[in-house]
């Protein structure tokens, strides 16, 4: 049965083996090539691909080690800013050793930011979507290359998968994403309630992925921008929805 482990690097990122069979795994943004390497020999696995979201260090510096180590083929998304990529992809399906490998196109971070999705199937029991920094456990990335409305498209795109998709992002962020968003809506108890179950995660020393499309709906507070309670709690009561959306980015910059 396949399954996620996840290796914590450089404080707050996350980087993300993907175990398809007995003996062979995936890896998507490995920054760190040592912390990888460790993973593989821990579980006695063999790297086959890596997966690249977007081209910031955080995600790719340890791609070329990898690469001349295991031999691995790598997949992403901008070869002009991540020259070790053998596969440049965008919006696709593909297939590695009959697992079913969705890139999803979702600028707004960077302009040419992907997320991978893995539909259900008889091999894994849930779907899977990796976000990098489009999509964060309660939060979302800057806009450091696109405007919010790109930014939001590319979130509403990934809110649309399935329910149960279990969402694994690229940074630890969460506690101060809900911290943020409870400045906002002080009130909120499916926020409240989120904020405490995840500082218990945090105590008993786990990590705050993966999350799950639903949560991220329900809690995550760039997800609700077209709500009256944030239209609301901002004092925006006639904006328009991605109106809104910039100005919780423009004050979680600042937080
Ligand atoms: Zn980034």
Not at 234 to 248: H, I, Q, R, S, Y
């Amino acid at each position: 049965m396949a399954s996620v482990v996840t290796i914590p690097a450089f404080g707050d990122n996350f980087i993300y083996l993907y175990r398809y069979d007995k003996n062979n795994a995936l890896a998507v943004d490995p920054c760190d090539s040592s912390a990888v390497l460790n993973s593989l020999n821990e579980h006695n696995l063999n790297l086959t691909t890596i997966f690249i979201t977007h081209h910031h260090w955080d995600h790719t510096g340890g791609v070329s080690e990898l690469k001349k180590k295991t031999g691995c083929e790598v997949i992403g998304p901008d070869k002009r800013r991540i020259p070790a990529i053998d596969r440049v992809v965008d919006e696709q399906i593909l297939k590695i050793d009959n697992i079913e490998i969705h890139v999803i196109a979702t600028p707004g971070h960077t302009n040419t930011s992907v997320c991978y999705y893995i539909p259900e199937s008889n091999k894994n029991e849930h779907k899977i979507l990796w976000t990098g920094d489009t999509l964060f456990t309660g939060g979302c990335g800057r806009l450091l290359e696109c405007k919010a409305r790109t930014m939001f498209d590319s979130l509403l795109t990934l809110a649309s998968l399935p329910d149960d998709t279990l969402v694994y992002c690229g940074h630890d962020y969460t506690l101060e994403n809900y911290e943020f968003a409870l400045t906002i809506e002080p009130d909120n108890k499916a926020v409240g309630q989120r904020l405490q179950e995840i500082k218990q995660i945090i105590r008993a020393g786990g990590f705050t992925v993966p999350s799950t499309i639903l949560q991220e709906k329900t809690t995550n507070i760039f997800l609700r921008s077209h709500t009256n309670e944030i239209k609301t709690a901002l004092k925006m009561p006639n904006a328009g929805t991605v109106d809104v959306f910039a100005e919780l980015r423009r004050r979680k910059d600042v937080f």
